[in-house]
């Protein structure tokens, strides 16, 4: 599925490059970008859920992120493309960013900077990962949706939603439970 796909391309064209650049081993990088994917599409799927965020992102694909970076992935590295993954963090993240970051460092043993080095420099290249699907199998707005939907259902069925604990605390009591799975998923 699109995480697999977006998987493997940063651990074979970027993951070394990474690595080269902020002296992270590869094997760390990877592991960041697996769960960043993960909570990526949690949220990419939640915030989909609302009609003028999904019509957001549709437009971002087409205008900004039409798959031309994955040609040129040492392009990530500038400093705008670095500028343009925090804005995108943000806009998909929202308050939540800072909870996802933490809990990858918590995981990793990163520092924070670490961290979000790596997740500023992946998102781009994620959402060129959804541009080119986009513009190759001429998708509309509802076949992004659709592939969100359905890549939600794959991560949840890999790991079970309980995985992303405190990033997934939809209502701020500072856990995961049955409220914020039921948030989640509507």
Do not use: C, R, Y
Request: net charge negative.
């Amino acid at each position: 599925m699109f995480k697999e796909l977006a998987q493997d391309f940063i651990m074979k064209q970027v993951s070394n490059q990474i690595e080269k650049a902020t002296g992270i081993d590869a094997d760390l990088i990877n592991k960041v970008t697996d769960e960043w994917l993960g909570s990526m599409i949690l949220w990419l799927a939640k915030n989909a859920g609302t009609p003028e965020w999904a019509e957001w992102l549709f437009n971002a694909i087409k205008k900004d992120h039409d798959g031309s970076i994955l040609d040129n992935v040492e392009a990530v590295f500038a400093p705008e493309k670095q500028e343009e993954g925090n804005k995108i963090l943000d806009h998909i993240l929202g308050n939540k960013k800072n909870v996802i970051e933490t809990q990858i460092w918590k995981d990793t043993g990163l520092n924070i900077s670490q961290v979000s080095s790596i997740l500023k420099t992946v998102a781009p290249l994620v959402l060129g990962m959804l541009g080119k699907q986009t513009k190759e199998k001429w998708f509309g707005l509802d076949d992004i949706v659709g592939l969100i939907s359905n890549e939600k259902e794959e991560v949840t069925k890999k790991w079970g939603l309980w995985i992303f604990g405190s990033i997934l605390d939809q209502d701020g009591d500072g856990d995961f439970d049955a409220m914020d799975a039921f948030k989640l998923l509507t």
